[in-house]
């Protein structure tokens, strides 16, 4: 099952038509490592700067990594 995608990701993701077309379409292992990179961050901020980087690399054609 797709992972439930944080409200704060799916915003940033609709500013950026093509990244959010490249996350609708990634496997769901790549969905899934993006929001619980962002959803484990402790502070407001480091949220906010892995969100920002999170759209940045989809954009950029990387599907995702293994968060640990």
């Known amino acids: 099952d797709d992972p439930d995608v944080p409200q704060d990701l799916i915003k940033a993701l609709g500013k950026n038509k093509k990244a959010m077309v490249d996350f609708d379409n990634v ?12 959803i484990w961050a402790k502070r407001s901020e480091t949220r906010k700067n892995r969100i920002t980087t999170a759209v940045k690399m989809i954009y950029e054609g990387k599907k995702g990594f293994i968060a640990a």
Do not use: L
């Not at 496997?27 to 962002?38: G, L």
């Open 27 to 38: 496997a769901t292992s790549y969905k899934q490592s993006y929001v619980r990179w962002i």
